[in-house]
């Protein structure tokens, strides 16, 4: 099935939206605007469909409750350009508000994004990862040192800069358990969109996070 949006033309007026982000011009360009968002749902929708083919998480969710808003929150932020830059969603249990480890897609001039995982989970959630991770440590590796992962994604995570107190500062999987999020993500070229079916493609890479996303999920058992 062809994809119903071109990725260069979200990206073409995104570029547009970072040069003119005022609310006159959004308004007074309001069909440029549905002219990317609504085709560009319509794939997301379907994406929503294929990935949730393989992940139960992701089945049956509504992409209004998946993609974010192009309005900002600028009520206490120095940044008071009203419009986002990029159109993103996120497929995971609960949409975009979910807690649980999940997959992501953001789409913005410079800065393409594929992947997923937990972004800052709360403390107890964190050290109920840290913990899972030093309990299963075979398991964890056999995940993440698999190649149909190390070939399509690298760790985007903040993390301490020294071991958390409940661990060994010698502790083999040291640099998992400094982390303060598990995210893992692949940044495509442009042209990695220029097929006849992107969606297709995203579905078969986000596929392949799978085995992250089960491992970390433990947790919420």
Request: aromatic residues 14%; negative net charge; hydrophobic residues 35%.
């Amino acid at each position: 099935m062809k994809s119903e949006s071109k990725i260069s033309d979200v990206i073409g007026y995104l570029e547009l939206l970072q040069q003119h982000n005022d609310r006159a011009w959004f308004k007074a360009n309001r069909q440029l605007y549905d002219e990317v968002r609504i085709p560009w749902e319509r794939d997301m929708a379907r994406l929503i469909t294929l990935v949730g083919r393989y992940d139960d998480n992701v089945r049956g969710l509504d992409v209004k409750g998946c993609v974010y808003r192009i309005y900002r929150d600028i009520r206490f932020s120095h940044d008071k350009s009203p419009y986002k830059n990029y159109f993103s969603g996120v497929l995971g249990r609960g949409g975009r508000h979910t807690v649980m480890s999940g997959s992501y897609v953001h789409f913005q001039p410079g800065n393409i994004m594929v992947g997923g995982g937990i972004w800052w989970p709360e403390k107890p959630i964190l050290d109920k990862l840290r913990a899972l991770i030093d309990a299963e440590p075979d398991e964890f590796l056999q995940i993440v040192e698999n190649p149909e992962f190390t070939s399509r994604y690298h760790w985007e995570c903040n993390t301490l800069k020294s071991m958390p107190h409940d661990y060994p500062k010698d502790h083999p999987l040291a640099r998992y358990i400094k982390m303060k999020e598990y995210i893992a993500m692949m940044r495509p070229e442009l042209d990695y969109f220029d097929c006849d079916d992107w969606v297709e493609r995203v579905a078969d890479d986000l596929r392949h996070l799978m085995p992250l996303h089960n491992f970390l999920n433990y947790v919420f058992d």
